[in-house]
């Protein structure tokens, strides 16, 4: 559940953007209902409600962001790899060039 104050308006829309982007249920069906006479909730249970969508939020992102960031390392760890398994493959072919003119002369 999401919570919100109507912060003096008389009126809130039924959406994300009036409970500061917190969506406990993303893609489902919501029903919202109005307190006005403040007997379910008081201001610091809507201030926790409000604070916990949105530390779930910002772990979900960053979940996110990390897993892209491993997958990133991934790649560079493999191209570096590639590059690394090259550059001793060309010192290694140079090196027996290296060692054949100096036996021809």
Known sequence: MAI???HGKR???CE???FDGADPAPDADKACFCDQKKQFFDKSFVSATKT???SSQLESQSEGEL???AEH???VLK???EKESSAK???TAAGVENDKAIADI
């Open 11 to 13: 009126t809130l829309q």
């Open 52 to 54: 916990f969508w949105k």
């Open 79 to 81: 191209v570096t790899k």
């Open 73 to 75: 390392s991934g790649e």
């Open 16 to 18: 994300g953007s009036s």
């Open 4 to 6: 919100s104050g109507t």
């Open 89 to 91: 493959e060309s010192t």
């Open 67 to 69: 897993k892209r960031t």
